[in-house]
Antibody, heavy 121, light 107 residues
């Protein structure tokens, strides 16, 4: 079965960098897109971007382009989400998810357990 | 970006009720609309893909319909575990977007 296991919660100060991970198993990592989704109480779910690990083709939401970097390491079937300079507004729960397509519709069918990122001085 | 608007934002209902949640797209998305359920503290769960197709393992009391810009999620007979927040998500545009969510609460 497909499993996505994310790294643990992080508490950071504004301006610090962070890289969180999503270890994938149970599927062919290089054949599936992996997405990152942000969840906040105020805005709900927001798609941040997706990566195709086979060739590292990456798509970003305009809202997150330039704010985060999505990457993947095929050798260890792990996707990453990183920030170079965190802001308090980055405080949220972050999920990775497998992206699949059927009948032409792209959806997220397997999800990690979430990584809570808290940014506070 | 395609904007997705759900209504209502919150809803109170009782066990056994029939409930309908609406999702409207700012432009036609054909049938590329998916629905998710999220319980507090738990990752979202895919319920329906491509407007009306039930994901494996999802109870048949959940159903979806619509096309173009207007879509609905219906729960035919609410069960205690159905009280959660529901989100629609479009994939007509490569810039995927979610609705703001509908919180379903116990009356």
């Amino acid at each position: 079965e497909v499993q996505l296991v994310q790294s643990g919660a992080a508490v950071k100060k504004p301006g610090e960098s962070l890289k969180i991970s999503c270890k994938s198993s149970g599927h062919i990592f290089t054949s599936d897109w992996i997405a990152w989704v942000r969840h906040t109480p105020g805005k709900g779910l927001e798609w941040m971007g997706s990566i195709y690990p086979r060739d590292s083709d990456t798509r970003y939401s305009p809202s997150f382009q330039g704010q985060v970097t999505i990457s993947a390491d095929k050798s260890i079937t792990t996707a990453y989400l990183q920030w170079s300079s965190l802001k308090a507004s980055d405080t949220a729960m972050y999920y990775c998810a497998r992206q699949d397509v059927r009948l032409g519709s792209y959806f997220f069918d397997y999800w990690g357990q979430g990584t809570l990122v808290t940014v506070s001085s | 970006d395609i904007q997705m608007t759900q209504s209502p934002s919150s809803l109170s209902a009782s066990v056994g009720d029939r409930v309908t949640i609406t999702c409207r797209a700012s432009q036609s998305i054909r049938s590329y609309l998916n629905w998710y359920q999220q319980r507090p503290g738990i990752a979202p769960k895919l319920l329906i893909f491509a407007t009306s197709n039930l994901q494996s393992g999802v109870p048949s009391r959940f159903s979806g319909s619509g096309s173009g810009t207007d879509f609905t999620l219906t729960i035919s007979s609410l069960q205690p575990e159905d009280f959660a927040t529901y989100y629609c998500q479009q994939s007509w545009s490569a810039q995927f977007t979610f609705g703001q969510g509908t919180r379903l609460e116990i009356k």
